[in-house]
C-alpha cells in the first residue's frame, strides 16, 4: 500500500520520545520538508530529489543556510528515513550514501561544531538591561548563571526550587538532574515570586493570563531584548548562547567532569568542546603556574640566604 509523506511524518512525530528542543528541531525540519515537496508517495522521494532540496535551502531572507543548519536538516531528514525503511514503509533510505555538505573555506564556513559562541559581559549586561520585566531578567540570567537548557528553564515548577538547588526532573534524555542558584538569581527570584503575590507552586515562568509560558514567546521576548546585539560576524545572538557562555566562562576554571555535571551533558566529549574554545582560559593557567614557579624560586633563594646569614 502507498503511503504519502503528510501520514508518514505525523506518525514518525508521534512516535518520538525525545525532550521538548530537539523534538521541535525535527519537527520543523520536516514541516518545512512538506511544504517544499507538498504530498507526494513517500518512495516517489529520490537521493536526486533530496540532494536538491537540502543544497537549495534558504533562509528567510533568502541567503543559502549556514552549513550548520543544512547539516541538521540532512541529520533530521536521515533519521526519519531510517525509521521508515524500519517501518518497512519504503524499501532502501533514500538518504544513503547521499554525502554531507562540506565546509567552503573561502566562504569562511567551518565544521559545524568547531566554534562555540558565547557572549561577552558586555553583551549579557545589555540584554539585561533591555528586559522588560522582572520575569525576563529571572529567565535570561537563569539560563546564564545555572546552564539550564531552555526547555529546562520554562518546564520548571516553584516546588523544584529550594535550598539552593533546581531540580530539573527531565533534562536532555529525560534523565532527572541537578543545577544551582546564584546569589544573583536568587534575587531575581525572591522579586519575580513577590510580584506575582508570593505563590507556592505552579509553574515557575507564567504568562499575563498564568499559563505556563512557551518556548515561542520566551524567544520572542529574547529577540526583544537581544536588538542590536550581534556576534562578531554580525548574526543574531540567540537564547541558546547564555547556555553555551556559562560553560565556556568556566571551561578550565573547573574540573571538566564538574562541568559536564553541572551543564547536564551525557557525554564528556561535548564538554571539553567548551574548553577547547577557551584559549584565555590556558593562558591565564600557564601564566599563573609559572608565576607560583618564579615565587616559589625566589622563596627558596631567600630561605637559603637566610640561612647563610644566621651561619
Same mark, same amino acid.
Given at each position: 500500500?502507498?503511503?504519502?509523506?503528510?501520514?508518514?511524518?505525523?506518525?514518525?512525530?508521534?512516535?518520538?520520545?525525545?525532550?521538548?528542543?530537539?523534538?521541535?528541531?525535527?519537527?520543523?525540519?520536516?514541516?518545512?520538508?512538506?511544504?517544499?515537496?507538498?504530498?507526494?508517495?513517500?518512495?516517489?522521494?529520490?537521493?536526486?530529489?533530496?540532494?536538491?532540496?537540502?543544497?537549495?535551502?534558504?533562509?528567510?531572507?533568502?541567503?543559502?543556510?549556514?552549513?550548520?543548519?543544512?547539516?541538521?536538516?540532512?541529520?533530521?531528514?536521515?533519521?526519519?528515513?531510517?525509521?521508515?525503511?524500519?517501518?518497512?514503509?519504503?524499501?532502501?533510505?533514500?538518504?544513503?550514501?547521499?554525502?554531507?555538505?562540506?565546509?567552503?573555506?573561502?566562504?569562511?564556513?567551518?565544521?559545524?561544531?568547531?566554534?562555540?559562541?558565547?557572549?561577552?559581559?558586555?553583551?549579557?549586561?545589555?540584554?539585561?538591561?533591555?528586559?522588560?520585566?522582572?520575569?525576563?531578567?529571572?529567565?535570561?540570567?537563569?539560563?546564564?548563571?545555572?546552564?539550564?537548557?531552555?526547555?529546562?528553564?520554562?518546564?520548571?515548577?516553584?516546588?523544584?526550587?529550594?535550598?539552593?538547588?533546581?531540580?530539573?526532573?527531565?533534562?536532555?534524555?529525560?534523565?532527572?538532574?541537578? !543545577?544551582?542558584?546564584?546569589?544573583?538569581?536568587?534575587?531575581?527570584?525572591?522579586?519575580?515570586?513577590? $510580584?506575582?503575590?508570593?505563590?507556592?507552586?505552579?509553574?515557575?515562568?507564567?504568562?499575563?493570563?498564568?499559563?505556563?509560558?512557551?518556548?515561542?514567546?520566551?524567544?520572542?521576548?529574547?529577540?526583544?531584548?537581544?536588538?542590536?546585539?550581534?556576534?562578531?560576524?554580525?548574526?543574531?545572538?540567540?537564547?541558546?548562547?547564555?547556555?553555551?557562555?556559562?560553560?565556556?566562562?568556566? !571551561?578550565?576554571?573547573?574540573?571538566?567532569?564538574?562541568?559536564?555535571?553541572?551543564?547536564?551533558?551525557?557525554?564528556?566529549?561535548?564538554?571539553?568542546?567548551?574548553?577547547?574554545?577557551?584559549?584565555?582560559?590556558?593562558?591565564?593557567?600557564?601564566?599563573?603556574?609559572? $608565576?607560583?614557579?618564579?615565587?616559589?624560586?625566589?622563596?627558596?633563594?631567600?630561605?637559603?640566604?637566610?640561612?647563610?646569614?644566621?651561619?
Amino acid at each position: 500500500m502507498q503511503i504519502e509523506l503528510f501520514e508518514s511524518t505525523t506518525r514518525y512525530l508521534s512516535s518520538l520520545n525525545l525532550d521538548g528542543d530537539t523534538l521541535r528541531a525535527y519537527t520543523i525540519d520536516l514541516h518545512r520538508f512538506e511544504k517544499t515537496l507538498e504530498n507526494i508517495p513517500l518512495n516517489s522521494i529520490t537521493k536526486d530529489t533530496l540532494k536538491n532540496y537540502l543544497d537549495n535551502l534558504t533562509s528567510k531572507y533568502g541567503q543559502r543556510v549556514s552549513l550548520a543548519t543544512q547539516n541538521r536538516h540532512y541529520a533530521s531528514l536521515h533519521r526519519f528515513f531510517e525509521w521508515c525503511l524500519q517501518e518497512k514503509l519504503i524499501e532502501e533510505n533514500p538518504m544513503e550514501n547521499l554525502p554531507r555538505r562540506r565546509p567552503n573555506k573561502d566562504m569562511g564556513e567551518v565544521t559545524p561544531g568547531s566554534i562555540i559562541r558565547s557572549l561577552r559581559k558586555e553583551q549579557v549586561e545589555k540584554l539585561l538591561k533591555n528586559a522588560q520585566t522582572t520575569r525576563e531578567r529571572l529567565l535570561f540570567t537563569l539560563l546564564y548563571t545555572s546552564g539550564t537548557r531552555i526547555s529546562e528553564a520554562l518546564d520548571l515548577n516553584i516546588q523544584d526550587i529550594h535550598d539552593g538547588t533546581i531540580h530539573i526532573k527531565q533534562g536532555k534524555g529525560n534523565q532527572p538532574r541537578q !543545577a544551582y542558584l546564584s546569589k544573583q538569581t536568587e534575587k531575581l527570584l525572591i522579586q519575580y515570586l513577590e $510580584e506575582r503575590g508570593n505563590p507556592s507552586s505552579g509553574p515557575l515562568f507564567v504568562t499575563t493570563h498564568g499559563q505556563r509560558l512557551s518556548y515561542a514567546r520566551a524567544r520572542q521576548l529574547f529577540m526583544e531584548a537581544a536588538r542590536n546585539i550581534l556576534n562578531s560576524d554580525n548574526t543574531q545572538i540567540t537564547i541558546h548562547q547564555l547556555r553555551h557562555t556559562f560553560c565556556t566562562e568556566r !571551561a578550565g576554571h573547573i574540573d571538566s567532569f564538574v562541568l559536564q555535571r553541572l551543564a547536564g551533558h551525557n557525554d564528556i566529549r561535548t564538554t571539553l568542546r567548551y574548553a577547547k574554545v577557551n584559549d584565555t582560559v590556558a593562558k591565564e593557567a600557564f601564566n599563573n603556574f609559572d $608565576e607560583w614557579q618564579e615565587y616559589k624560586l625566589k622563596s627558596n633563594q631567600d630561605d637559603k640566604f637566610k640561612s647563610l646569614r644566621s651561619n
